[in-house]
């Protein structure tokens, strides 16, 4: 599996995000070598920002309207960033084996968690989490994002701080 080949895609979808004002998060579903959903991250940009919309979530939305019965198994999430608790989550009840994520996210992501101090539904799940596939690539997305006075989302949080360190 080449990660740095599916990683550009999610890239694409962040840099997407970013050009509409969002905070650049971009996702893509892959299935053997084929990459069977994407997302980017939407709903940052209003006064109050929507948490629902996560790459990862509208990549899984997109995936569930394709209504194909594809090995959850074979199916790899490739992430400009960790997932959070909830895409985790999300990703762990749809027995999706293995996430590769670029950038780490010091606030808020999920990958770290022990999958044996969870309720039983998320235990029994084998996941592989590779980190770091190009990283200085969406690192600089998100410097961009956080470098831009008019994007306020996470503007001041640990997130931004650690970001803009770098």
Same mark, same amino acid.
């Given at each position: 599996?080449n990660?740095?080949? #599916?990683m550009?895609?999610?890239l694409k979808?962040? /840099? =997407?995000a970013?050009?509409?004002? +969002?905070?650049?998060v %971009?996702?893509?579903v892959?299935?053997?070598?084929?990459?069977?959903?994407?997302?980017?991250?939407?709903?940052?940009?209003?006064?109050?920002?929507?948490?629902?919309?996560h790459?990862?979530m509208?990549?899984?939305?997109?995936?569930?309207?394709?209504?194909?019965?594809i090995?959850?198994g074979?199916?790899?999430?490739?992430?400009?960033m960790?997932?959070?608790?909830?895409? #985790?989550?999300?990703?762990?009840i749809n027995?999706? /084996? =293995?996430i590769?994520?670029?950038? +780490?996210?010091?606030m %808020?992501?999920?990958?770290?968690?022990?999958?044996?101090?969870?309720?039983?539904?998320?235990?029994?799940?084998k996941i592989?989490i590779?980190?770091n596939?190009?990283?200085?690539?969406?690192?600089?997305?998100?410097?961009?994002?956080?470098?831009?006075p008019?994007?306020?989302?996470?503007k001041?949080?640990?997130l931004?701080e650690?970001?803009?360190?770098?």
């Amino acid at each position: 599996m080449n990660h740095e080949f #599916f990683m550009r895609h999610a890239l694409k979808e962040a /840099q =997407k995000a970013l050009l509409s004002g +969002e905070f650049p998060v %971009g996702c893509v579903v892959v299935s053997g070598n084929r990459l069977i959903a994407a997302g980017s991250r939407v709903g940052t940009t209003g006064r109050i920002a929507s948490e629902l919309d996560h790459a990862e979530m509208v990549a899984l939305r997109q995936l569930d309207a394709l209504n194909e019965e594809i090995d959850p198994g074979g199916m790899t999430v490739y992430s400009t960033m960790e997932p959070c608790l909830m895409c #985790f989550g999300a990703i762990l009840i749809n027995r999706i /084996q =293995k996430i590769v994520y670029a950038y +780490e996210d010091v606030m %808020g992501g999920a990958t770290n968690c022990a999958l044996a101090a969870l309720p039983q539904l998320y235990q029994k799940n084998k996941i592989s989490i590779i980190s770091n596939v190009l990283r200085e690539e969406s690192l600089d997305l998100f410097k961009r994002f956080f470098s831009n006075p008019k994007n306020s989302y996470w503007k001041g949080s640990r997130l931004s701080e650690y970001t803009l360190e770098q």
